[in-house]
């Protein structure tokens, strides 16, 4: 397996990661079988991925439950992300944001008592909280990995100042955002800032939510649960509007021998030797697929005119609903 670096204090990690939040929420029902999940975590190990994403809110909770029972055999050969940023009620609901030092202290607390570790590889601010500066956000979790607590600082969804202002108190080793050929709002100025800075970047989502996967079209129908039901992006009139992306990503997929998801991630892979994309799944012969990305090499020719397509292709829905835009720091 290819190997990354991110950030400037050398965090080594495979080229891709795998995105564990679906095993626990967001895309339909949940899998039934936890011990289906488990071996699926240690057959990504096995196949040589040691990047592995998850969050307290997931779940909320029961994924960090899951990664840590599923990687702990094999604890020292794996990264484990996962993150902090929101509160809760006394039932375990999702309430609002919440960036407190007393409360980062507490959920790191949490996320190290479910995941079943001493150390927390790298520790990202979910979202951004308005009410809390970053400068106090980064001072915790600098504090945090003083006391060996955690390896690494990261941030998710945040806007350019805000990274600037997290860095010069606690260097930010990751930033954590949408990005693929569905969703290039970075490169218009988060990657050059973090090419600056020395950041690396993991992008969520790195296959639109399973749009870019060819598999999805205006007549599939999402089943109770999933998350994209309820998204502008997966109404039916835009389903149908963005198939221009999918259609170009087949013609690019057929010259290749390849699939549309490993163009899709391979496309991420080319761009910059410290992206690395987390795309998730449920599945073993989706794993596999996934894997078989790194095995694509797309030249700079390539690039070019997967751009320049790309360009002309107008997305169609905005990625959240009014409420969770509002949560995106720009």
Request: aromatic share 6%; net charge negative; hydrophobic share 40%.
């Amino acid at each position: 397996m290819e190997k990354r670096v991110l950030g400037s204090a050398g965090l080594e990690v495979s080229a891709l990661g795998f995105g564990c939040m679906g095993m626990s929420q967001s895309f339909g029902p949940n899998p039934g079988d936890r011990g289906q999940m488990m071996s699926l975590l240690r057959a990504a190990v096995d196949r040589g991925v040691t990047f592995f994403d998850t969050a307290e809110v997931y779940g909320p909770y029961v994924n960090e439950e899951l990664v840590g029972e599923a990687l702990g055999p094999v604890r020292d050969q794996v990264v484990i992300a996962t993150k902090f940023g929101f509160a809760f009620d006394g039932k375990g609901r999702q309430t609002g944001l919440d960036s407190r030092p007393e409360h980062i202290r507490a959920a790191v607390e949490g996320s190290l008592r479910r995941l079943g570790t001493d150390r927390i590889d790298l520790l990202y601010q979910h979202r951004v909280d308005p009410q809390v500066p970053i400068e106090d956000v980064a001072g915790t979790v600098g504090e945090l990995i003083a006391a060996g607590q955690v390896r690494h600082f990261g941030l998710s969804e945040a806007g350019a100042r805000t990274i600037r202002r997290a860095h010069a108190v606690q260097p930010v080793t990751a930033l954590q955002s949408e990005y693929s050929l569905f969703w290039r709002e970075p490169e218009e100025e988060i990657i050059g800032v973090l090419a600056e800075l020395g950041i690396g970047l993991v992008p969520f989502s790195p296959l639109g939510r399973g749009f870019l996967t060819g598999r999805i079209d205006q007549t599939t129908q999402f089943e109770a649960g999933d998350i994209r039901a309820n998204l502008p992006r997966f109404t039916t009139e835009a389903r149908a509007a963005n198939q221009a992306m999918t259609s170009l990503l087949g013609r690019i997929a057929a010259d290749k021998g390849a699939t549309p998801a490993q163009i899709a991630l391979a496309w991420l892979l080319a761009r910059q030797p410290w992206i690395v994309p987390i795309p998730g799944t449920r599945r073993l012969e989706r794993l596999a697929e996934n894997l078989g990305a790194l095995d694509v090499k797309l030249t700079p020719g390539d690039l070019t005119a997967i751009g320049a397509a790309a360009d002309e292709i107008t997305v169609v829905g905005n990625r959240y609903p009014e409420a969770m835009q509002r949560m995106i720091d720009r």
